[in-house]
């Protein structure tokens, strides 16, 4: 019997679905094994969004097959994109699922990952590197938002050299600042949590204390480009001061969660300055993150994963809230 774990009224509850799912010709039947806890899923419970759509930070093992699909084999370890084809647009209806109009977020049944198992459209489903361990794979979705930071950074006129600041030391703002070293740039993280600015700089990473740089002259109008991945679920987030530490004709960008995030039109007008958000992935940017971390993301993994089981969602969920852990995992028995 298939089962998926439903939130509601400020809980988890697993939800008995009385029989178990079966693919359609277009589906590849996936059992999830791991399923990691994003900002995003937090911001959505922070600010008791009705009927959220959590969990999107995943690995699987395929069960089953439609009949239209190839190229993959039952028992072959996978993941997906968080923003699924609707089947429904004229793009979709065209079998042209790769500029779907009206993407959907996985987190609802039958696309709960955090089950015992989920249908995904073939053409969201991604391979994955043979050899990584199940918590690395989990964590590569994690990375390939650091790497769209760094791709819309370069929209926005990041040059060679430019110095960059990013707020945030959670694991988003961690993997944006990897994927910027990784490609030859110097970044500062800012955090104001210890124990984070303690785990960005043991795997090499600058980190700096929040109220340091806030109360110094030394980082105010001082950056090409200065990054958001702070949001509001653990407070207001910097979005309302972020502005102050680029350079006149400068870049800001945006990749934190916020319920109703509001900027300062006239700081940004009088300064020049060139905003923009992380938004509209690609499975192809995946696919190429993926291909870009394989022999890189194993070494981060220990340092900023903790694992609980299926049937400690709560306080998984609970922890991640406190910061207990920089990244929690949930995951199957094995």
């Not at 990041?158 to 030391?169: P, R, S």
């Amino acid at each position: 019997m298939s089962w998926h774990y439903q939130y509601e009224n400020e809980v988890f509850t697993r939800i008995e679905n009385g029989q178990e799912l079966v693919a359609s010709e277009d589906e590849i039947l996936v059992e999830p094994l791991v399923v990691g806890i994003c900002g995003s899923d937090l911001n959505q419970i922070v600010h008791k969004r009705e009927n959220p759509t959590i969990g999107h930070e995943w690995v699987g093992r395929i069960k089953s097959l439609g009949s239209n699909v190839s190229g993959h084999e039952v028992g072959e370890i996978v993941t997906s994109v968080a923003h699924t084809c609707c089947r429904k647009c004229k793009n979709c209806l065209a079998k042209d699922w790769h500029n779907c109009l009206k993407r959907s977020l996985l987190g609802h049944h039958p696309q709960n990952v955090i089950s015992s198992e989920v249908l995904i459209h073939y053409s969201d489903i991604l391979k994955v590197p043979k050899g990584l361990s199940l918590d690395a794979i989990a964590l590569l979705e994690v990375a390939f938002i650091g790497d769209i930071a760094f791709d819309r950074a370069t929209r926005i006129g990041l040059k060679e050299g430019d110095k960059v600041i990013i707020f945030g030391a959670g694991p988003i703002g961690v993997f944006t600042a990897l994927s910027f070293k990784y490609r030859g740039y110097e970044p500062i993280l800012v955090e104001k949590e210890k124990s984070r600015i303690q785990i960005a700089k043991e795997i090499g990473l600058k980190c700096l204390n929040f109220s340091a740089v806030m109360m110094s002259d030394d980082h105010y109008l001082k950056y090409d480009l200065a990054i958001d991945c702070t949001g509001d679920n653990n407070g207001p987030g910097v979005l309302k001061f972020i502005h102050l530490f680029p350079k006149v004709f400068c870049n800001v960008l945006i990749v934190g969660k916020y319920k109703e995030g509001k900027l300062d039109e006239a700081a940004y007008a009088k300064k020049g300055l060139r905003l923009t958000w992380v938004a509209a992935h690609q499975i192809e940017e995946f696919q190429a993150s993926i291909d870009f971390w394989k022999d890189k993301i194993e070494a981060y993994t220990a340092p900023l994963t903790h694992s609980l089981g299926f049937d400690h969602i709560n306080e998984a969920f609970e922890a991640a809230r406190a910061r207990k852990y920089m990244k929690c995992l949930i995951k199957k028995e094995l």
